[in-house]
């Protein structure tokens, strides 16, 4: 997705020794228009950058809420202009302990070669918890682990790499004085990922206006805590320095102020990184109206981007939020994104062999397909933009053995992966497989199934991504 806005400018013909002006390229705001993408977690591996959003749906019960949101993406670029939409990366379908709707402001992080992503989400019983999903790219998609966070309740979860550790900071809340207070919250991360090393600590950030949306980097040796307010009239995103990252923050010999103020028609909540040089805010509006004609609103929010500069004394200067964004810039790693997501429905087959069936399975997007027995197949028709090594990740569901799944682009064995048992016909969980394909449109990619037993798997649905 390019959302950069070029013109060009006229050179004067008459006077061949004037040069034209040069034109800048700009990112624009918002950045993301193509879908609802809000509470913007943003991060630079590989030379690349990559961001991470909630997705703003129609509430669930038809009023003006945040229920409905759901469908988490993330957008990469090299150059701060255009960027990449790698597709839906994790659903509320895909968490087997929680309810519809409710996925609310990720975190995303890096450990090794596996891709963290950190979600808040109801449970069953409507109690705020915080899920752990991973993946082999950052570009997802992710695989839920199967169980939240054990012990803690909260909202808007971020992880802080400093050196081997891993730290972990979420909003919540206690009752003081019988009034619910907001409270943000730090643990250190156990080496799986999944779980606390330590007892959460609540932060002092020498204020009181803390509600949600933190964002923690380091510059130096100073750590920096940062939040939002969404309940302020002029200022909503706030900062606080520290020399820990569990704080305090703001305290004798510190700094504190405000960095953001409130966006157009939304509430702050921003992250912060260093990219090629210069310092950037990332954030969302409220005030932009879709092709469709819907405008922006706080529950109807869409990523932006704009600069972060420093005071003298270490402190940050407030953003200013522009509709022309930031410019365009070389990738200091040489990066080029991966592509977006191809996805795949398993009912959208050209042919088949053996006794495959197009069914209605609960949990699916869509439909699928079953009663897939050993040495059957099915054949789709792919556009592949790009030859090269790419990754297929199968959403499947066994409550047999499972069974391997082959992969031929036309004659040619181009890879497979072994899908195992999941406990249930409806128990999705995904498979992945590298393969080498070969750039042309309508690419005829078969589907070969092998196992024992009467029946293997269910198929929801594939996706390509090239890697």
């Known amino acids: 997705m390019a959302v950069a806005g070029i013109t060009s400018a006229n050179a004067d013909q008459q006077h061949p020794a004037k040069a034209a002006a040069a034109v800048e390229v ?35 019960d038809s009023s003006t809420n945040y229920s409905g949101m759901d469908g988490y993406h993330v957008f990469s670029s090299t150059d701060m202009v255009n960027w990449t939409d790698h597709g839906e990366i994790l659903h509320s379908r895909d968490v087997s302990w929680g309810s519809r709707g409710y996925m609310w402001a990720p975190g995303a992080a890096r450990k090794g070669t596996t891709n ?51 730290y972990l900071y979420w909003s919540g809340w206690r009752s003081e004085g019988g009034q619910t207070k907001h409270v943000p919250y730090v643990a250190k991360l156990k080496s799986t990922m999944t779980e606390l090393a330590e007892s959460p600590r609540a932060v002092s950030y020498g204020a009181t206006n803390h509600k949600e949306g933190i964002f923690v980097f380091k510059k130096g040796t100073t750590y920096y805590f940062t939040y939002t307010d969404w309940q302020g009239e002029q200022d909503q995103g706030f900062w606080a320095t520290g020399s820990s990252p569990y704080g305090p923050f703001g305290g004798a ?17 921003h992250s912060i990184i260093r990219y090629a040089g210069r310092w950037y805010y990332f954030y969302h509006v409220g005030n932009y109206t879709n092709a469709a004609g819907e405008p922006g609103a706080g529950y109807r929010r869409n ?31 040489g990066g080029t994104p991966p592509g977006a997501a191809s996805r795949i429905q398993a009912e959208d087959l050209t042919s088949q062999t053996g006794g495959v069936r197009i069914e209605t399975t609960a949990g699916a997007d869509g439909r699928s397909i079953g009663y897939v027995t050993d040495g059957s197949s099915v054949t789709y028709e792919v556009d592949i933009t790009t030859t090269g090594r790419h990754r297929v990740t199968f959403r499947y569901a066994s409550a047999a053995a499972g069974g391997r799944i082959s992969v031929k682009q036309g004659r040619t064995q181009v890879g497979a992966t072994t899908a195992t048992g999941t406990g249930g016909w409806t128990a999705w969980r995904a498979a992945t497989a590298d393969v080498d394909l070969k750039a042309g449109t309508k690419q005829r990619l078969t589907l070969t199934f092998e196992g024992d037993g009467d029946y293997l798997l269910n198929l929801d649905l594939f996706d390509i991504v090239r890697r």
């Open 116 to 166: 963290f992503l950190f979600y808040p989400h109801k449970d069953r019983t409507g109690i705020w918890r915080i899920g752990v999903a991973t993946a082999n790219s950052p570009a997802g998609p992710f695989t839920d682990s199967g169980r939240h966070i054990p012990d803690i309740s909260g909202i808007d979860p971020m992880v802080l790499q400093d050196g081997s550790n891993y």
């Open 26 to 60: 700009t990112s624009g705001n918002p950045i993301v228009k193509n879908i609802r993408g809000a509470d913007p977690d943003v991060h630079v591996w590989d030379g690349r950058v990559w961001m991470y959003t909630s997705q703003d749906r129609p509430p669930i």
């Open 303 to 333: 990523a932006s981007v704009d600069y972060l500069h420093f005071r003298a004394d270490g402190g940050l200067k407030k953003v200013v939020h522009t509709t022309t964004g930031v410019n365009q810039v070389t990738s200091p790693g």
């Open 253 to 269: 010999g510190q700094l504190k102020g405000a960095v953001g103020p409130r966006p157009a028609g939304a509430q702050d909540h």
